[in-house]
């Protein structure tokens, strides 16, 4: 089986989707699959970190999205001789070869106030035409499994879940290590840390409400520290976020590079991700990995993921996200017993499990199209 994997994304700061696709990658080239080849943007850097050298790696010929669904992914199967195609989201209209498509949720359909008008048209069609063309899709949870079949009821016999994994480089680290980078980071004090997307879905409004809600409760508060790439946030949210910036409650960090991210995670007091959709949330799993402790989101997939190893919370009640973020803050014994419990829980998670489930995935889609008796493409229920 020869795999063609569309990984125009690594390089471009795509945060989850980067992270899965990177990931994904090197599980392969570990588990010794030798016949993948990855397609990378003209315009992509892959040296931080590197990219196995087991795997193939070509460049699309133009950095255009569009060309690359009408035009590249066809030309790189053909010229690869490709038995799979595998893409995130968004596939080509037509080719000659098995399509796998991953999607890690369909926020689009139940939050499109989080989107703007352009997206939310790329979705309705692009995106449902990909989906009605897959012969598989892969997605990260079986709640998220269950949403798409609620939106897309045609998939019923054709979505596979695949559960993704914190890298090995998130652990446990060494006082001195996480001491000079949090120096590095001109971070002196104790802190809350919030990782991913400064947007609206994260519930970055009632984040701040509820930290404004501890800092009055607390003598000497932690620092909130956010940690992410800065998206369409509204403007309450940047209004605030300002005001506290100014004040010292607040430090906005922006994007941090991979290999340094797990020593924030290390350092923090505890985490706290109260977003209100999510398919998976890889930044859960990988604090826990890190032993830090976890306040979170008690709505769509984090449940599924986090089970006893966080603190949930309701992310619409700034008051029980707030009373969540001072328990941690108070209790030492609390902080280590959440740190201990995300720990063991982090460890259930694998890459190579996810890969091999994902391999699972590739070898059914190729037997159906193999034969056609047995395909289940382009039914509608």
Not at 168 to 195: H, K, N, S, T, W
Request: hydrophobic share 45%; with cysteine; net charge positive.
């Amino acid at each position: 089986m020869r795999v063609l994997l569309d990984a125009h994304m690594l390089g471009h700061r795509e945060t989850g989707n980067e992270s899965y696709v990177r990931e994904l990658l090197w599980a392969f080239a570990e588990a010794g699959k030798r016949n993948v080849t990855a397609m990378l943007s003209a315009e992509s850097s892959t040296d931080e970190p590197p990219l196995p050298a087991a795997i193939g790696l070509r460049r699309f010929a133009s950095p255009s999205n569009v060309w690359r669904l009408a035009v590249g992914l066809r030309q790189a199967c053909r010229e690869h001789a490709a038995t799979i195609l595998h893409v995130s989201y968004n596939g080509p209209v037509s080719v000659a070869a098995p399509l796998v498509v991953s999607v890690h949720d369909v926020s689009f359909r139940r939050h499109p106030e989080f989107f703007s008008p352009r997206l939310r048209l790329q979705f309705a069609t692009v995106q449902r035409y990909s989906l009605w063309r897959a012969d598989a899709v892969i997605t990260t949870s079986e709640w998220s499994r269950q949403d798409l079949l609620t939106f897309y009821p045609f998939l019923r016999d054709r979505v596979f879940v695949t559960p993704l994994a914190a890298s090995p480089r998130y652990r446990r680290y060494g006082e001195p290590e996480v001491a000079a980078f949090l120096q590095r980071c001109g971070i002196d004090r104790p802190y809350i840390l919030y990782v991913g997307l400064l947007e609206p879905r994260k519930n970055i409004h009632r984040l701040l409400s509820a930290y404004a809600v501890l800092a009055e409760h607390c003598a000497d508060p932690p620092v909130l520290v956010l940690a992410g790439k800065s998206a369409r946030c509204d403007r309450d949210t940047a209004r605030d976020l300002a005001a506290m910036e100014q004040r010292g409650f607040v430090r906005v960090l922006g994007y941090i590079p991979l290999e340094e991210l797990p020593l924030l995670y290390n350092g923090a007091m505890l985490f706290v991700f109260p977003s209100f959709y999510e398919g998976f949330g890889l930044p859960v799993v990988e604090a826990m990995a890190c032993g830090t402790p976890v306040v979170a989101s008690n709505r769509t997939a984090i449940p599924e993921l986090a089970g006893n190893a966080a603190l949930l919370v309701d992310p619409g009640n700034v008051a029980e996200l707030a009373v969540a973020m001072e328990r941690l803050v108070a209790s030492a014994a609390l902080r280590r017993e959440l740190g201990h419990a995300g720990l063991e829980r982090a460890a259930g998670f694998s890459w190579r499990r996810t890969a091999e489930l994902t391999w699972q995935a590739y070898e059914e889609t190729v037997n159906r199209w193999n034969h056609p008796a047995q395909s289940k493409r382009f039914r509608w229920q």
